[in-house]
């Protein structure tokens, strides 16, 4: 499974990568953007992902201006460390919300409502 991880925090980054890999070897992240910008111009150049995982505060805003600016059809896990945003989160293509610190059980069984 191709995975785009659309977080601006090191760790949790780091955290997200290490977490997939114990979960399933072969899930290859194919990039990680870290500010709206950076994510609707890797959207916009490379083919889309399967999957993404995405942070709701990014390093120049709210990612929700990213569905603002182009139509995203990949499934969205959404970690945040903040519960405000999940009724918006489910308005677009988010199948699962998660809260910081993400745990691999959560994370394992987000992937198995998406079919992973």
Known sequence: ?????????????ENLINILHEIDPSMEVVGNTESISQTVHWLQVHPAPELILMD?????????SIFDTIQI???????????????????VNSIDYLLKPIKPEELKRALYKFGK
């Open 1 to 13: 499974m191709k995975i785009l991880i659309v977080e601006d925090e090191t760790v949790a980054y």
């Open 56 to 64: 709701i505060h990014l390093s120049d805003g709210s990612a929700f």
């Open 73 to 91: 059809e990949t499934p969205i896990i959404f970690t945040t460390a903040y519960d405000e945003h999940a009724i918006e989160a489910f308005k």
